[in-house]
């Protein structure tokens, strides 16, 4: 006997549970859609000279590498090398891979949604998974890509997160080149220096601005004091309607030409953002947000829920130049963001944000004796005619015993079928989630029990 | 630069198959739900001990192993032995682990299904594939499970291929304590004898019935004249009605116990599909249907396409006696199927039976100038709050252009916001598949669209 288990760092859920988890699949999916983007699925392992093209990193320490039994032997006997094949760790490389392997194929600019699972040898720890889906949107432009396109991202945010339900929300907005052009006028022109400056910035939250200060002013940094004052009083900019982000990009003044290409990218999307409808409640710009450095160029997005700021961000991306260089000599540009949804599920679950759902099953059609089973069967194949999610109960027991079934399978309404009910030609309905119950005649049944799950549900 | 290929053996679709694809999996769903099952996914990957319960075999040999890249370094520096993870070779053996994992928060029956994608290192061939969807639905009972539950499965089979549309089919049924009754009544009671026996049999349709039957009173099995007679007899029993099957089990008399249940049971699983609604022309009895003989115990289901009888069953399962006794003492007997969708998929579209479908996008919003943006952005958000999945076009150019791409993608409807259009407060749609236009009010956009697209398409 093997004890059943799963590897750990995984996420695997009892069906109620998996129920809300697609249900947020299918909103993310319908939204996406909605939007105009089209489904991509890649495979789940890539070649290994494939997907490792960039050397080295944390990344390439978290790769999987897949061997077939064969190839196993193989290296046992005396094999070396990296493995033919990985697991994808994320879905930008295999959408690059896709994008330049089907160039020709594709109608540009190529919108495209991937909700797939993605693979991480991370640390093993509370809240990280090894194995999570993103749900990503890209739109790749070819050799160019308008700004506009990066105002239709916020917009699809605003309605995912709108259906999702799980509380305010602010779309957070800013622009890598405002952030250059900004570094450049304090004199911290080079990249990797405004990366480590960015870094030590993130940690006013956690280490107060006094120790980020003295970070910064000393030895390992050296900067001058007041470009130090300029840069923290800069990232701590935030707007609170539309009309004050434009303010606060007024206030910036004129200063270099990266800041005026930032400042005018940011202008033309808040206004677009706007024009899509979205509430300016619900979006703002943020100064500090600079995501990955050496691969976004332009406008960059983090989602954050307000009552939760400690979940940090639940979506996140922005504007890229060049997707897959790696590949093809084409130019292709482009803008998208990813959810993590396996650990924002998790996270929405411990801060009691997610229920475990109700039954994906609407009706349990109980069974007092075999006799009735074909007028069972006949009830069943009405109520799954009218679209309504049906389960029979193909072997007689107490009426009880099924009740408490239903019960606590989280199925609402049971349908019984009695004697009298037999004699009637009706059928008795138990709400269980309303401790209720009404008798309706057999024809009427199917349109009864959809009229009655039609209505907004009264909460448990 | 780095050529951007898949790994071989792998499916990979563009978008508008993509599209086709994912409705198949969606109308699967959809009928898995209707009749009362609820989602699982389990990991893609498992511990290699939990996984491979069974040694051996050529499943194993098949097995894709995972390593992270601190587990390949230790194995080089001669670690040794089967690696810790293993990519699932089917949905079954994770089936089992889960409900043995998750017994006690389960509800028995326990009906789930559960679509995802399973990896096999498949000699590389066409139509086979590496990575490929299962979409499996089983019936776990605790400790006993009615053979009525045997009759639900037809029913599902039946909902999804009529929904799914590809021609008609036939749901063949056996029961293998009849086959098992029957050849121990010929005097072939070894089981491994049987199953040999059973795969000469199964090369009649290739070889002709002279070659099997040269084989089967030959020297490698020796089995006397007249049982093979009346094997070959048996075997290609089929029944071409309701009445006809009744009458087939009646015609094999009373033979021993074995042969009695088995024709009991595949009574109570006919009448039980006839009062399911599926129609007796989609149904079938077939006595050379015997699946995996080391698994399947009762009830045994092939589905066939009658116009495309080469593409195999396209749907395949049973019952069986004991889902996970590797992992647990308790009894859990169970019934179910999979539909291996990768490869109908595959299959049907070199036969024509699917098509790449049109876009997920129904309407493509032209732009003319760019002064119209915020007018075409607020059309779109009115025609996506209707449920029309909507693209806009963000940068102006040719509106010959725009058409050209519109028809390409595949998107059906074009809507054109002119100087016109703007001053008459109208839009005028372009219908590309019927090359028709017209104009409306701009309030009446989004629900003439639906009404348009809520009408059966003409065929392409």
């Known amino acids: 006997m093997i004890k059943p288990r799963t590897p750990p760092g995984i996420m695997e859920l009892l069906p109620r549970d998996q129920i809300a988890f697609q249900r947020m699949l299918d909103v993310i999916r319908r939204n996406y859609e909605r939007f105009g983007f089209l489904p991509v699925e890649t495979p789940v392992m890539e070649l290994s000279d494939v997907l490792l093209t960039k050397s080295g990193g944390e990344t390439e320490r978290q790769v999987y590498f897949v061997q077939s039994t064969g190839a196993l032997e193989k290296a046992a006997a005396g094999g070396e090398g990296v493995p033919e094949l990985a697991l994808r760790f994320d879905l930008t490389v295999p959408l ?6 089907h160039e020709h194929d594709l109608t540009f600019p190529f919108r495209r949604y991937q909700m797939q699972r993605v693979y991480r040898g991370e640390r093993a720890q509370r809240g990280r998974f090894r194995e999570f889906y993103q749900c990503d949107i890209d739109v790749i432009g070819k050799d160019a890509l308008s700004v506009r396109y990066d105002a239709e991202i916020p917009a699809v945010i605003h309605a995912v997160f709108s259906e999702l339900a ?15 052009g900004f570094f450049e006028a304090q004199g911290v022109a080079d990249g990797e220096l405004q990366a480590r400056v960015l870094r030590e910035v993130d940690k006013i939250d956690k280490r107060g601005p006094d120790y980020v200060w003295e970070t910064l002013t000393g030895p390992d ?121 396996t650990r924002l599920f998790w996270q929405l679950r411990e ?64 349908v019984v079928l009695g004697e009298d009910e037999m004699a009637k030609g009706t059928v008795t309905v138990k709400d269980l989630r309303r401790a209720d119950q009404f008798e309706v005649e057999r024809g009427e049944l199917a349109r009864t029990l959809r009229v009655e799950l039609a209505q907004p549900e009264v909460q448990r």
Do not use: W
Request: hydrophobic fraction near 40%.
């Open 221 to 341: 940094f050296g900067l001058p004091a007041a470009a130090v004052d300029s840069i923290m009083t800069f990232v701590q900019v935030r707007s609170s309607s539309h009309a004050d982000a434009l303010a606060q990009l007024d206030a910036l003044g004129e200063g270099n030409e990266a800041l005026r290409e930032g400042v005018a990218e940011l202008r033309e999307v808040l206004a677009l953002v706007r024009a899509m409808g979205v509430p300016e409640s619900d979006y703002a710009l943020n100064f500090s947000i600079a995501r990955g450095l050496d691969y976004y160029t332009g406008t960059v997005y983090e989602t954050t829920l307000d009552d939760y700021p400690q979940i940090g961000s639940i979506c996140s991306g922005g504007r890229y130049e060049d997707l897959a260089s790696h590949y093809t000599k084409s130019k292709l540009p482009g803008v998208g963001i990813s959810i993590g949804l």
């Open 351 to 414: 801060a009691g944000l997610v229920e475990t759902a109700a039954s994906s099953v609407q009706v349990l059609v109980t069974q007092m004796d075999s006799g009735s089973l074909p007028d069972c069967l006949a009830i069943a194949n009405d109520l799954r005619h009218a679209g309504i999610n049906t389960e029979v109960v193909m072997e007689a027991s107490k009426l009880a015993r099924q009740f408490k079934y239903a019960d606590r399978a989280g199925i609402r309404f049971a």
């Open 166 to 180: 799980i509380g305010k929300f602010t779309i957070q907005l800013n622009n890598r080149k405002l952030l250059r």
């Open 96 to 101: 690059a891979r896709y994008v330049a392997e």
